[in-house]
T-cell receptor
Framework: KAGVTQTPRYLIKTRGQQVTLSCSPI?????VSWYQQTPGQGLQFLFE???????NKGNFPGRFSGRQFSNSRSEMNVSTLELGDSALYLC????????????FGEGSRLTVL | AQSVSQHNHHVILSEAASLELGCNYS??????LFWYVQYPGQHLQLLLK??????LVKGIKGFEAEFIKSKFSFNLRKPSVQWSDTAEYFCAVRGNNNNDMRFGAGTRLTVKP
């Protein structure tokens, strides 16, 4: 069974640009969560989607948005990038919403110059 | 919303030493508790979880954790660490009311051979 796949794995952007990250969950998983990981801050919750609906949203500005498609794949978008957005963005899937265990991808490492 | 505190930022031990990593959470209701591990260059993976029942939970690779409800704690332990336990450890909590999963800042464990 394939794991959670995130693309791209690495990317470099400049301030003011926007970026879209993609996540394909494990087959059969309908819930996708996104986290931002930075040194010293751990994982900060961004959003959780289930069946194309956003269930929960973390404390991030409106520049951060996401969506989920009917095949459970998810994308997140960050507009007007800032230097502080440099981080590892992790996607995790689970079979149902508010499930026990999350299955993580390897992440998309974003560097903003 | 729930929050998680991990007391130790970086722990350095010699092989065969005993390990205890602290985790406290803040949430008023019933919770599910988790420890995840991130080995160098790898994705986050579940170490152990607590939903209900016996407060002493055993996980993979000889790790265990004890849920103490009165202290809002879920500390991770291992009697004798190995060099291969070098990793970053994250405590996480999910409130039992359809909440998202929140993570602590992580504890980096370095085991010297």
């Amino acid at each position: 069974k394939a794991g959670v796949t995130q693309t791209p794995r690495y990317l470099i952007k400049t301030r003011g640009q926007q970026v879209t990250l993609s996540c394909s969950p494990i087959s059969g998983h309908r819930s996708v969560s996104w986290y931002q990981q930075t040194p010293g801050q751990g994982l900060q919750f961004l959003f959780e989607y289930f069946s194309e609906t956003q269930r929960n949203k973390g404390n991030f500005p409106g520049r951060f948005s996401g969506r989920q498609f009917s095949n459970s794949r998810s994308e997140m978008n960050v507009s007007t990038l800032e230097l502080g957005d440099s981080a590892l963005y992790l996607c995790a899937s689970s079979p149902i919403a508010a499930a026990g265990e999350l299955f993580f991808g390897e992440g998309s490492r974003l560097t903003v110059l | 919303a729930q929050s998680v505190s991990q007391h130790n930022h970086h722990v350095i031990l010699s092989e065969a030493a005993s390990l205890e990593l602290g985790c406290n959470y803040s949430y008023g209701g019933t919770v599910n508790l988790f420890w995840y591990v991130q080995y160098p260059g790898q994705h986050l993976q579940l170490l152990l979880k607590y939903f209900s029942g016996d407060p002493l939970v055993k996980g993979i690779k000889g790790f265990e954790a004890e849920f103490i409800k009165s202290k809002f704690s879920f500390n991770l332990r291992k009697p004798s660490v190995q060099w291969s336990d070098t990793a970053e450890y994250f405590c996480a909590v999910r409130g039992n009311n359809n909440n998202d999963m929140r993570f602590g800042a992580g504890t980096r464990l370095t085991v010297k051979p």
